[in-house]
């Protein structure tokens, strides 16, 4: 399927054409199904993108009302902690837009692992799609760390749990963050409609040029364990993340 790179002169520009992109999206499935799944990502550049799609113009184009909101990973933290990346999404989204309460399922950071993962794995199950004992979703927001992490999957060993079960837990540390944390595996990422990647700034850039080479490395690279079975991969970039990416 497709995978399209679109780079901007700024993150208010990344920030407008994602918004747009999604809101497409998302009003189509609407229209053809219904309802539509958004995964939602932490970390801190998908918050200008939750701005974005908070205003005034976006909280009355998208059917927001007819939108179910999951989370790609999470922090094993409580959901008022200021790195829940579910508090993120509700400070700079959620608070903001017509959502259903009953059309948000967090990933429950404050259990402890085993039961965190217990319970999201319920709850995808509840919204099952066609061979998948999970929600396919429509669209799901990603992002990449420094390192060539996305969601919470970092380098090293594959854990063999990720090739059999939708949802595992992580502990790992990653720029004096929460080191334990829940996440969706690639089973799940990749059988999503469309994945939005958002990258942004210059420390990100050897490793994103790395990571849409054809060098192929995903343990070390977990990025690149994303590639959507019949979905499609679109990639917003600003200028600096993407500065090595003109060079070839």
Not at 23 to 42: E, F, M, T
Request: hydrophobic share 40%; net charge neutral; aromatic share 8%.
């Amino acid at each position: 399927m497709a995978n399209k790179v679109w780079i901007n002169n700024s993150i208010e520009d990344l920030n407008k054409a994602a918004a747009a992109n999604i809101a497409d999206i998302l009003s189509k499935a609407v229209r053809l199904r219904g309802a539509a799944n958004l995964a939602l990502s932490g970390g801190s550049t998908p918050m200008g993108l939750y701005q974005t799609l908070s205003q005034d113009y976006y909280r009355e184009l998208i059917p927001w009302n007819k939108i179910h909101f999951f989370w790609g990973d999470e922090r094993c933290v409580p959901p008022d902690h200021p790195e829940s990346n579910y508090k993120q999404a509700l400070d700079h989204l959620l608070s903001h837009i017509p959502a259903i309460l009953e059309n948000i399922h967090r990933i429950k950071g404050e259990l402890g692992p085993d039961e965190a993962v217990s319970d999201y794995i319920q709850v995808l199950s509840g919204f099952a799609q066609g061979k998948y004992p999970w929600p396919v979703f429509d669209v799901t927001l990603m992002g990449m760390g420094e390192d060539g992490h996305t969601a919470s999957l970092f380098p090293g060993t594959v854990e063999p749990l990720e090739t059999v079960t939708p949802v595992i837990q992580v502990n790992a540390a990653y720029q004096d963050r929460p080191s334990r944390r829940i996440t969706l595996t690639a089973a799940v990422f990749n059988s999503s409609r469309n994945i939005i990647f958002l990258v942004t700034g210059e420390k990100k850039a050897k490793t994103l040029e790395i990571a849409l080479s054809d060098r192929r490395d995903p343990v070390n690279f977990p990025v690149q364990r994303i590639k959507p079975t019949h979905g499609n991969t679109i990639w917003y970039l600003d200028s600096e993340a993407a500065k090595f990416l003109k060079e070839r």
